[in-house]
């Protein structure tokens, strides 16, 4: 098993009659990218500023580098938090900033212009010292936040949502940056958003947070194709959700019966259960020829087409139940549907995924 370097053993917060994180355990391998994602107010930031000693737990235990960090404060962690606003000094050059928490630590004056020079380097920003906060990009105050953070050489870096306030082409660039920046320095980050794309883009494991709970955790492609739960087929992009009855169930397979008719798929349940069964948009596609193991979703009219660049979204407008939401499917975008088009769907059974409430 992988030594943890950052261990959150059965960690709560409550606020009088609110709780805020209930019962989470997670472990964070050195040299890891996790990302803490979920909604708004979902306790995601409070476990990030647990790990860094801003918020003390109600109960649990928070242990980094083997040792019990729960009660110590932050600035004597060898955590650094980069905040979602960077919290720069405007009266403060570049370098100022930079070498300011070295100066807390009372480094020498030499060892604290050697490791500025190298973190404004390290972050593409050599040259840029002497440089004035407001004289900078928001991408470069989101480095000059970085440099900052890594001058002081962390054992864990903790990031507060600080691509946020960044405009779309420039989180992409920084998104990029970060992943190339950790896995090079080879330090532990720990990245809290909000951005299911943004988390599937840099992270090594996802960690899935809803209600104060860990509701999924694991690499980005398993969270995406494989979901382990309900919120997490609904939360992780667009998703085909079919609610069913299992029918019938044999040697870890089901079968499902639906709306859009009876489904095989990998799993275990009772007859009887209710269940559901999910399938991402780019599963799903026109039938070209016949094949075992497919799915036969039926005869549909699209309602919609929404060109996305590199696809064209469809949603089916002539559902069974108009309770139900559309089915929404992905075709090539060099392919031009018209609303009112009718084909035939289907998909691979392998890309179903079974989940119950």
């Known amino acids: 098993m992988t030594e943890s370097i950052v261990q959150l053993d059965h960690v709560s917060k409550t606020y009088g009659p609110v709780t805020a994180v209930d019962d989470v355990s997670l472990n964070i391998a050195p040299g890891e990218f996790v990302v803490l994602l979920g909604p708004s107010g979902s306790g995601k930031t409070t476990i990030l500023s647990m790990i860094g000693g801003f918020t003390i737990p109600s109960s649990g235990t928070v242990t980094i580098n083997g040792e019990d960090m729960t009660d110590t404060p932050p600035v004597t962690r060898p955590t650094v938090t980069v905040f979602q606003d960077y919290a720069l000094f405007p009266h403060m050059t570049v370098s100022e900033n930079v070498e300011f928490g070295l100066k807390m630590r009372k480094l020498a004056k030499g060892i604290r212009q050697q490791r500025t020079e190298q973190s404004l380097e390290i972050v593409g920003l050599a040259g840029f010292g002497d440089r004035g906060i407001h004289q900078l990009s928001g991408g470069q105050r989101q480095r000059v936040a970085l440099a900052r953070a890594l001058a002081v050489e962390p054992a864990v870096l903790l990031l507060d949502e600080p691509l946020g306030a960044l405009d779309l082409k420039i989180r992409h660039q920084m998104q990029d940056e970060l992943v190339h920046l950790q896995k090079n320095l080879g330090v532990t980050f720990v990245h ?87 399938l991402r948009p780019e599963q799903i596609c026109p039938v070209t020829e016949s094949a075992e193991e497919m799915i036969d979703i039926g005869e549909v009219r699209i309602g919609e087409v929404i060109f996305q660049g590199t696809h064209r979204l469809c949603r089916v407008v002539n559902t069974a139940d108009q309770t139900e939401k559309p089915i929404v499917f992905r075709l090539p975008a060099e392919q031009q549907p018209r609303t009112g088009d009718v084909m035939r769907l289907h998909a691979k059974s392998s890309h179903a995924v079974l989940l119950k409430k």
């Open 192 to 278: 809290v958003t909000h951005d299911q794309e943004e988390a599937m883009a840099i992270a090594d494991n996802i960690a899935l947070i809803n209600e104060g709970k860990i509701e999924d955790y694991g690499p980005p492609d398993r969270i995406y194709l494989r979901p382990a739960t309900l919120f997490t087929a609904r939360f992780m992009g667009e998703s085909n959700i079919f609610e069913g009855t299992v029918k019938s169930s044999r040697e870890g397979t089901v079968t499902v019966g639906t709306r859009i008719g009876d489904i095989a798929v990998s799993g275990e349940g009772s007859t009887g259960d209710r269940v559901y069964v999910s």
